[in-house]
């Protein structure tokens, strides 16, 4: 199949540039929505504050830090990083069959 001179192609570092804002919104996303909505504003003082023990000053509620600290961020990371491992071996599979 020849390419015309019309058909343009997105750099590679501008894919993986979209990629990991993709990544990152839908990290935010599982972490906000579930039984208890959580605002995006309170993820991050949580994860910085309470996560990483950088004083921000800000009061948040025990309750959140402990949804987002101990059930919905170790669910999220656990799923990205098993979805690169399944990656990962697809593509270690297809070089060993040699269907690429």
Do not use: W
């Not at 504003?41 to 959140?64: K, N, R, W």
């Amino acid at each position: 199949m020849r390419l015309t001179k019309n058909h343009t192609h997105i750099p590679t570092y501008v894919a993986y540039l979209l990629s990991c804002i993709s990544v990152l919104i839908i990290v935010v996303l599982a972490i906000r929505f579930g039984s208890v909505n959580i605002p995006v504003s309170t993820i991050f003082y949580a994860i910085v504050q309470e996560g990483l023990g950088l004083p921000m000053g800000v009061d948040i509620l025990p309750a959140h830090v402990q949804i987002v600290l101990n059930v919905r961020l170790p669910r999220v990371l656990l799923t990205l990083f098993v979805g690169a491992s399944l990656a990962i071996a697809g593509a270690a599979f297809q070089a060993c069959s040699e269907t690429l």
